[in-house]
């Protein structure tokens, strides 16, 4: 259900945009909302996972889930669609904290890899079947339908996972919950993610844009200093000197902030470059979650015989060479290039994350798995929130924002059209330029993070 989420929306922004005459300010922030509740809730909920039980919130995460998405399908303008993307975001922290914590739980370390690139297959045929509905149902009814399809889904999940899941975790015994930190957190990586979102929106946003960047790091730094000092913190510090788990964890921000702002791209382009419908544009793009499907179940099981470190390194390798040659996308390129980068890309990153995932996981003691789980996500988060403001920033190097918003709502002069799609195309290419130089970046930390050491409970 995640996966379907992650996928469905992106492929159907710009026919939001159009339904619910949203402005690209307000497309960002259907997206963002979610996210940003999602990712700031992360920690908290592996923290109270580790100590109360993962089950009991992973079903009260498909409840809250199903409860926002119906909220959502009932929305009456693109505010109201904000406000409920929240709780569904907070319904989301719930279900993949956990989801991965559980895994790791019910599997032995000789198949912990096997299992974790099952996990992560099971989100991409959520991903795959996204980009395939997202087309069927707008072509059917009105961008509602985005939303009715989790209702069922979750009551399902909901069910199932009340009668089938049973708690088997070792839980912390302390129930102390470090609030303060939680707060410092909170509004640091707010302002942070708020900060990329303004200077996307055009130069008289910017001040406010870098303001809320220094804040937020200030707040970040803050909490990070009560981490250091309180008895039960939020995220405990300790873990930071297991290499596996602090180099994993920049190399999945890296790597994240990288693969979600190029599918966004990926929809804009085929969309808004090329004029495909959503349908067209969601089975375009899927040869990335077909590969990601595939490598990351292979990728997860090499990494129960082979060296998380090597693989995971490959892996960002193969994903920065293939978006270099995305570079030469345009208006005329054939789809058969198209399909075969985009299709490198995908298994790049699927042999990437689960292997990475097992190395940040593996090495933390069982009692701060549930932590160590809502970190990785948490990192994994922080790069799908910042990608739509990333996607639009990075666009305006080549396009303005002036002539970026109509084109994105579809309200754009005809006798503008031709110019205004140059112009994206040239945002795209220096978009992807950068996107390639972040991803090179993450096999630094990928190489230096060593082999994984199991530390005994703390």
Known sequence: MAGLDGRILVVGLPTVAHQLHASAEEVVWIGQSYLLAGTVGLLLVGRISDQFGRVKLYNLGFVIFTVGSALCSLAQDSFQLIGFRVIQGIGFAFLITNSYAIVVDASPKSELGTMLGINQTAIRLGNVAGLTLSGIVLSIVDWRGLFYINI????????????????????????????????????????????ITYLSYGTGSINLGFALLFGGLVFIAGFAEVESRVANPLLDLRLFKIRSFAMGGIAQLLNSIVLNTIIVLLAFYFQVGLGYSPLQAG?????????YLVFSLWGGRLSDKYSPQILATIGLAIGTVSILAMVAFGETTGYAF?????????????????????????????NRIGIASGFRQTMFNIGITASYGISVLFLTSGISYALLSPLIQGTIQPSMLALARSEFLVGFRIALIILAAINASAIFPSLMRGKPVVVPAV
């Open 338 to 366: 198209l399909a075969i980068v985009i299709a490198f890309v995908g298994a790049g990153n699927g042999i990437f994350n689960p292997t990475n995932t097992r190395a940040i996981v593996s090495g933390v003691p069982t």
């Open 152 to 195: 069922p889904i979750g009551i399902f999940g909901t069910v199932w996972a009340y009668k089938r899941l049973k708690e088997i975790s070792v839980l912390d015994p302390s129930k102390q919950m470090d609030w303060a930190g939680f707060g410092l957190f909170s509004i640091g990586l707010t302002s942070v993610l708020l900060g």
């Open 283 to 291: 089975l375009s793009i899927l040869p990335l979650d077909a590969t």
